[in-house]
């Protein structure tokens, strides 16, 4: 079998700013039957490895570093034997949460990973947090985008860190030219297309902050 895309949902807490909020994540996993990339970890580590199985995992990629996408990276990872991957523009949300242990792997746009045939390219998308990512596969036609581009319009900015003009920016310049068709795979929520998203980018312009 080629490679696929599975969704694992997780419910926890998210915890930033004082404030508790609980939450529904999606895990997303790429891959086929002998190996798998695991795209964040939130929650809840053992639903994660039993999605996984008996898979080889190339990569626990996180697509920011706010606590309710990594509080389960480190079991997984352990778990797995896999490297951890986030954005250095993050690592002082990663400190806030696994202050003992740094990702081994720093994100950046020259990167991508290969699994089960197909590619991963990496896109750094800020404004939800300076080190959100999004990582487009144009073999599957999809693009995983954390917290940056929802169902329905950009991810939330009014917390630490994040800024909504640059979350914006990163929209129009990095995610609204991909292929019309390319799947929106969320870090929470329901999925959406580019086409889908694009026709209301001037509305959120105008709705500002």
């Given at each position: 079998?080629?490679?696929?895309?599975?969704?694992?949902?997780?419910?926890?807490?998210?915890?930033?700013?004082?404030?508790?909020?609980?939450?529904?994540n999606?895990?997303w996993?790429?891959?086929?039957?002998?190996?798998?990339?695991?795209?964040d970890?939130?929650?809840?580590?053992?639903?994660?490895?039993?999605?996984?199985?008996?898979?080889?995992?190339?990569?626990?990629v996180?697509?920011h570093?706010?606590?309710?996408?990594?509080?389960?990276?480190?079991?997984?990872?352990?778990?797995?034997?896999?490297?951890?991957?986030?954005?250095?523009?993050?690592?002082?949300?990663?400190?806030?949460?696994?202050?003992?242990?740094?990702?081994?792997?720093?994100?950046?746009?020259?990167?991508?990973?290969?699994?089960?045939?197909v590619?991963?390219?990496?896109l750094?998308?800020?404004?939800?947090?300076?080190?959100?990512?999004?990582?487009?596969?144009?073999?599957?036609?999809?693009?995983?985008?954390?917290?940056?581009?929802?169902?329905?319009?950009?991810?939330?900015?009014?917390?630490?860190?994040?800024?909504?003009?640059?979350?914006?920016a990163?929209?129009?310049?990095?995610?609204?030219?991909?292929?019309?068709?390319?799947?929106?795979?969320?870090?929470?929520?329901?999925?959406?297309?580019?086409?889908?998203?694009?026709?209301?980018?001037?509305?959120?312009?105008?709705?500002?902050?």
């Open positions: 079998m080629g490679a696929r895309i599975e969704r694992v949902v997780t419910s926890g807490v998210f915890s930033l700013d004082g404030q508790d909020l609980d939450v529904d999606n895990v996993l790429v891959g086929d039957d002998r190996e798998v990339l695991i795209i970890a939130a929650h809840d580590a053992g639903a994660i490895l039993d999605a996984v199985g008996d898979r080889s995992v190339v990569a626990l996180l697509s570093g706010h606590n309710d996408h990594i509080n389960a990276a480190l079991d997984v990872a352990s778990a797995a034997g896999a490297e951890i991957a986030l954005h250095p523009a993050d690592t002082m949300l990663w400190d806030a949460v696994h202050p003992n242990l740094a990702p081994h792997i720093a994100l950046d746009e020259r990167l991508g990973f290969e699994v089960a045939g590619r991963l390219e990496v750094h998308t800020p404004g939800h947090s300076p080190g959100g990512v999004s990582l487009h596969c144009p073999d599957l036609g999809a693009v995983f985008t954390g917290d940056t581009l929802f169902n329905g319009g950009p991810g939330a900015t009014g917390r630490s860190y994040s800024d909504f003009p640059t979350i914006l990163s929209i129009r310049d990095k995610l609204l030219g991909l292929p019309p068709p390319t799947r929106v795979l969320t870090g929470h929520g329901d999925e959406t297309t580019i086409a889908d998203e694009a026709p209301d980018y001037g509305a959120w312009v105008a709705r500002g902050h």
